[in-house]
């Protein structure tokens, strides 16, 4: 399995303020993905990252609002751009288990807990 | 849209009682996952399956997937205080690559 870090691992922000995530993974990954958690719900597929293309966003989510980049198979960021309450959640990254044989399945760092003031 | 209903939303009983949570789909799944997260963590893969009909125990859980591969159960027996935590489900191929359940809140109390 891989093991995943994310930074920072919680953080209070102003309003309008932007905040970039980083997720660094022990192995090279072919697809990174990025989700959000909202107190106590589940989670949200905000866009999957692969090294060298543009990220894929999901309905819902813009690049213009979550910035991501992807530079290389182990690392990632994910910046959440002129902040609102709103944005407030756990964001998470996650990586695609390639080693085991069993398809969809992925490791997720611990999360960044984003307060938005 | 939300995919994948779990059932029950919350679920507090005594440690040694046994219980089920259910996540049902009317979609088809290729595979699909369960995990558990404690706070302040992110999901931790329990297991993977991928036939429908499928079952795999993993100590006092067990896991089924149902034949059309639309819905999946979790049964733990004898449950601890250490299986505490928001239990969640996922289903993975084609289209609904990687759509979470809507999460199970247990609560195993000594």
């Known amino acids: 399995s891989a093991v995943i870090s994310q930074k920072p691992s919680r953080d209070i922000c102003q309003r309008g303020t932007s905040l970039t995530i980083q997720c660094q993974v022990d192995s090279q990954v072919t697809m990174m993905f990025w989700y959000r958690q909202q107190p106590g719900q589940s989670l949200t597929l905000i866009a999957t990252?692969?090294?060298?293309?543009?990220?894929?966003?999901e309905s819902g989510f813009v690049i213009d609002k979550f910035p991501i980049s992807r530079p290389n198979l182990t690392f990632s960021t994910l910046t959440v751009s002129n902040m609102s309450p709103e944005d407030s959640s756990i964001y998470l990254c996650?990586?695609?288990?390639?080693?085991?044989?069993?398809?969809?399945?992925?490791?997720f760092g611990p999360g960044t807990r984003l307060t938005v003031l | 849209t939300q995919l994948l209903e779990q059932s029950p939303q919350f679920l507090s009983i005594q440690e040694g009682e046994n219980l089920t949570v259910y996540c049902n789909s009317s979609s088809v799944f290729s595979s699909l996952q369960w995990y558990r997260q404690e706070p302040g963590e992110g999901p931790v893969l329990l297991v993977t399956?991928?036939?429908?009909?499928e079952v795999k125990k993993l100590k006092r859980l067990t896991f089924q997937f149902g034949d059309a591969r639309k819905d999946s159960s979790l049964h733990i027996t004898a449950a601890q205080p250490g299986d505490t935590g928001l239990y969640l489900c996922a289903g993975g191929g084609g289209t609904y690559k990687y759509i979470f359940g809507t999460g199970t809140r247990l609560k195993v109390l000594a």
């Open positions: 996650s990586v695609e288990d390639t080693t085991s044989g069993m398809t969809d399945t992925q490791y």
């Open positions: 990252a692969n090294q060298g293309s543009e990220a894929t966003y």
């Open positions: 399956v991928v036939t429908g009909g």
